[in-house]
C-alpha cells in the first residue's frame, strides 16, 4: 500500500519562506509530484522528482530524498496568490497512477 | 481553448439513481483517469485508463464505471448512488509514459450531491 504525510495546515506572512515536508510509505516509487488547489478550483501541476535533489521553478522548488522516503516542496517570497492546498503525490508505478498525500492549507497573512 | 473538460459542474441527484459525468480532454493526451476528492479533500485515484488498459483502484466499488468512447472522452457512471458518492469528482488527462507522462491536467470538478 501507500500512505503519505504532510502537515493539516501552514501559516506564514507575505514575503517570507515556507517549506510543505512530505514523507511517504510506498510499495512502489517512480517519483514524488506536487499540485496546488485552489478553494474551488482544481489540482494544477507544481513539479515532479523522479532523482535525489532540489528542482528549482521560479519561485517554487521542490526536493526529494528517495533513502529517506521524504520529500519537500518550498515557496519563496510568498504572495497572497499561494494561499491554497499543497497536495504531494507519488507515482507508484510506471502507469502513472497517483496517491495523494491529505493536503496542506497555506494560509498566507499580509 | 479548455485542455480538459467536465460536464456538468454539479449535479444533484436521489439516492438509488444512475448517473454519468462525462470527461473530454483536447491536449492529444493517451491516459485518462477520474479521482475523488472528498469532504476532507482527501483526493483519491478511480481509475487509470489509456486506449490498451484500464487500471481500477481494488478499493472502488464496481457501482462506479469508466466509459471510453474513444481516446479524447472518458466518461464516468455510477449505479446505485449512495450518501457516500457525495464528493467533488475530476477527470484528469496525462501523456501516458512516456516524456512528461507524470503531469497530469485536471478538468474544472463535478460537485457530486447524493440525497
Known amino acids: 500500500g501507500q500512505s503519505l504525510e504532510q502537515p493539516s495546515e501552514v501559516t506564514a506572512v507575505e514575503g517570507a519562506i515556507v517549506q510543505i515536508n512530505c514523507t511517504y510509505q510506498t510499495s512502489g516509487f517512480y517519483g514524488l509530484s506536487w499540485y496546488q488547489q485552489h478553494d474551488g478550483g482544481a489540482p494544477t501541476f507544481l513539479s515532479y522528482n523522479a532523482l535525489d535533489g532540489l528542482e528549482e521553478t521560479g519561485r517554487f522548488s521542490s526536493f526529494l530524498s528517495r533513502s529517506d522516503s521524504y520529500g519537500y516542496l518550498l515557496l519563496q517570497e510568498l504572495q497572497m496568490k499561494d494561499s491554497a492546498s499543497y497536495f504531494c503525490?507519488?507515482?507508484?508505478?510506471?502507469?502513472?497512477?497517483?496517491?495523494f498525500g491529505g493536503g496542506t492549507r497555506l494560509m498566507v497573512k499580509p | 481553448d479548455t485542455a480538459v473538460s467536465q460536464t456538468p459542474k454539479y449535479l444533484v441527484t436521489q439516492m438509488g439513481n444512475d448517473k454519468s459525468i462525462k470527461c473530454e480532454q483536447n491536449l492529444g493526451h493517451d491516459t485518462m483517469y477520474w479521482y475523488k476528492q472528498d469532504s476532507k479533500k482527501f483526493l483519491k485515484i478511480m481509475f487509470s485508463?489509456?486506449?490498451?488498459?484500464?487500471?481500477i483502484n481494488e478499493t472502488v466499488p464496481n457501482r462506479f464505471s469508466p466509459k471510453s468512447p474513444d481516446k479524447a472522452h472518458l466518461n464516468l457512471h455510477i449505479n446505485s448512488l449512495e450518501l457516500g458518492d457525495s464528493a467533488v469528482y475530476f477527470c484528469?488527462?496525462?501523456?501516458?509514459?512516456?516524456?512528461?507522462?507524470?503531469?497530469?491536467?485536471f478538468g474544472p470538478g463535478t460537485r457530486l450531491t447524493v440525497t
Open positions: 484528469a488527462s496525462s501523456s501516458g509514459t512516456s516524456g512528461r507522462g507524470y503531469e497530469q491536467y
Open positions: 485508463y489509456n486506449n490498451k488498459e484500464l487500471i
Open positions: 503525490a507519488v507515482r507508484g508505478n510506471a502507469g502513472n497512477m497517483l496517491t
